[in-house]
């Protein structure tokens, strides 16, 4: 059996893992930005505890995704949770690190104009400081998302959800009937799933660029 | 401390005693300060650079909390208000402008008026209006972002934007200090228009004394460590500089600067009369500065001028009398 026909025969079961892996990566992606936009915007006048975050969320990206998932099975068992949480920690560092340059070149004659003309802190933040950074923010985010389709395979090690699923099974049984197909297929799934994304990023950038981000 | 005299009914803003030091350092930025700026009036602070000046103009509108000391502004203490809610109702320009490059020209000057509430279609009107003060065509440019504009052109924005919400009082750090030389003079003549129209209070911080002739009202000169040496007329500062510290700062020029200070009227009275028609003369008016009137002389090759006096009728004065009147500091006292 070749490997279009094995596609085609199980597209339905394909498109629904593809969905998954779609989902499963927006989903930790959202939860790793607010973190790490938010983490950036706390520490903004602490720059001791910035750089300590940023080697911190640093280093947990160099622990091997197999290994961090397997860690996270004592700590919240097999499926969705752990996947979720440990591509979090893992979507956290790009998008903490983009932040945090986006924020600092943001013109500060910007914002003491903005401070001299009675903006409080909290609309400072809104009008002028995330506008201004968010170019840099989305790259961030959009470097992470990449990041995550391809790790978001690996969640399969916990019975988490997605296209990692195929690959795995297909590895297991290597030889077996269709096994390299299957194996093959997932891998395709994880590319086109980052190529899409990747492209709607590009479009999100261009749009809001485009619009002037104006809160 | 001083001894806190009340200040003066037109006093606009009062800054008595006002102290600021940075913890960790022993010597004060600013120590014991005390200033009346008069309601309407345009004052300069000028000085070496760490003199404190700019840190001065700051603790105006509060962006550096004064450690010591009380403001008050039209009468009311702000020592102590909320610093946002104080600096909506002071205008403010810096020299780097800081125009937020995502908003519209029309959405930059509208920004305190947004704070403040005012209904779009209002701010829109209102920011239209300020273009057409500062000079900029509002239909040319109220829609373009401010990169689209010359540095020129985007501090004309950023007096727009400071005159928003109407303030009493204007705040201008350097503010022509970042547009070419030629682009300067031209903004701090409109300027100088402009106030004619506005009445604004304004204090103005610059290192440039020329600047500071031209355009303030009084002038106040700081020495190092904040000391006021001399905060009077132009004229004054010219004529009779407080110390040495002044006489070096104005610098060597200050008779010849004087010129375009001093009215006619001003030396008539202490120049003696000269019998009208000993020589060519040119006719000149009484308000015209010494400068104008010997341009005219030197340009037409003319011995004198001829002024009409009110009750006395015409008087004559040669070049040499002019020149003489014009360079006594003392008597020009008015």
Same mark, same amino acid.
């Given at each position: 059996m070749n490997l279009l026909s094995y596609m085609s025969e199980n597209a339905a079961y394909l498109w629904f893992l593809t969905r998954q892996h779609i989902e499963l990566v927006l989903l930790s992606v959202l939860i790793a930005s607010v973190v790490g936009v938010g983490l950036a915007v706390l520490t903004q006048t602490l720059p001791g505890l910035r750089r300590a975050l940023l080697s911190v969320t640093g280093s947990l990206l160099t622990i091997p995704s197999f290994a961090l998932f397997a860690l996270a099975i004592p700590v919240m068992g097999l499926g969705v949770a752990p996947t979720i949480a440990a591509l979090t920690v893992y979507g956290i560092f790009p998008i903490l690190r983009n932040a945090v340059t986006g924020i600092e070149e943001v013109d500060p004659a910007a914002v003491e104009a903005a401070r001299g003309l009675g903006m409080s802190s909290g609309r400072r933040l809104r009008t002028v400081i995330l506008p201004l950074a968010w170019p840099v923010i989305l790259n961030g985010i959009r470097t992470a998302t990449i990041m995550l389709v391809a790790t978001a395979a690996i969640g399969a090690v916990v019975r988490g959800p997605g296209l990692g699923q195929l690959i795995f099974q297909g590895l297991d049984r290597l030889g077996g009937a269709n096994a390299l197909e299957e194996a093959l297929s997932g891998v395709i799934g994880v590319v086109c799933v980052a190529l899409v994304l990747d492209l709607l990023f590009i479009a999100v950038a261009k749009i809001t660029a485009l619009r002037g981000w104006n809160v | 401390m001083s001894d806190r005299p009340t200040p003066s009914p037109d006093a606009m803003i009062v800054l008595d005693g006002v102290s600021k030091r940075y913890p960790g350092q022993d010597k004060a930025v600013v120590s014991d300060l005390s200033m009346e700026i008069r309601r309407g009036e345009f004052v300069v602070l000028v000085g070496p650079s760490g003199c404190g000046k700019t840190t001065t103009l700051r603790m105006i509108n509060r962006l550096v909390e004064p450690t010591a000391g009380r403001i008050l502004i039209d009468g009311r203490d702000v020592t102590h208000v909320d610093g946002d809610e104080l600096r909506r109702g002071i205008g403010y320009v810096i020299q780097q402008i800081g125009l937020l490059p995502h908003l519209t020209i029309a959405d930059n000057i509208a920004l305190v008026p947004k704070m403040l509430g005012v209904a779009k279609s209002e701010r829109r009107a209102r920011a239209l209006e300020l273009l057409e003060l500062v000079g900029l065509d509002p239909a040319l440019h109220a829609d373009r972002h401010p990169r689209?504009?010359?540095?020129? %052109? %985007?501090?004309?924005?950023?007096?727009?934007?400071?005159?928003? =919400? #109407?303030? &009493?009082?204007?705040?201008?750090?350097? &503010?022509?200090?970042? +547009?070419?030389?030629?682009?300067?003079?031209?903004?701090?003549?409109?300027?100088?228009?402009?106030?004619?129209?506005?009445?604004?209070?304004?204090?103005?911080?610059?290192? !440039?004394?020329?600047?500071? @002739?031209?355009?303030?009202?009084?002038?106040?000169?700081? #020495? =190092?460590?904040?000391?006021?040496?001399?905060? !009077?007329?132009?004229?004054?500062?010219? =004529?009779?500089?407080? #110390? !040495?510290? +002044?006489?070096?700062?104005?610098?060597?020029?200050? &008779?010849?600067?004087?010129? =375009? @200070?001093l009215t006619v009227a001003d030396v008539l009275g202490t120049a003696p009369s000269t019998a009208a028609g000993a020589g060519r003369a040119i006719e000149v008016d009484p308000g015209d500065s010494v400068h104008t009137a010997l341009e005219q002389v030197l340009a037409a090759g003319a011995e004198g001028i001829e002024v009409a006096v009110p009750e006395e009728g015409s008087r004559f004065l040669d070049l040499g009398t002019l020149l003489t009147a014009a360079s006594q500091p003392a008597k020009v006292l008015t």
């Open positions: - | 689209q504009l010359s540095g020129g %052109q %985007q501090q004309r924005v950023g007096v727009a934007r400071a005159l928003a =919400s #109407d303030p &009493p009082v204007m705040l201008m750090d350097e &503010p022509f200090g970042a +547009v070419d030389p030629i682009a300067r003079e031209k903004l701090q003549t409109e300027f100088l228009r402009l106030q004619e129209r506005i009445r604004k209070t304004i204090v103005m911080v610059t290192h !440039d004394m020329d600047e500071a @002739l031209r355009l303030g009202d009084r002038i106040a000169i700081f #020495d =190092s460590g904040s000391r006021l040496a001399q905060f !009077d007329t132009p004229l004054e500062i010219l =004529s009779n500089p407080a #110390d !040495d510290f +002044v006489r070096d700062f104005v610098g060597s020029g200050a &008779p010849v600067r004087r010129l =375009s @200070l």
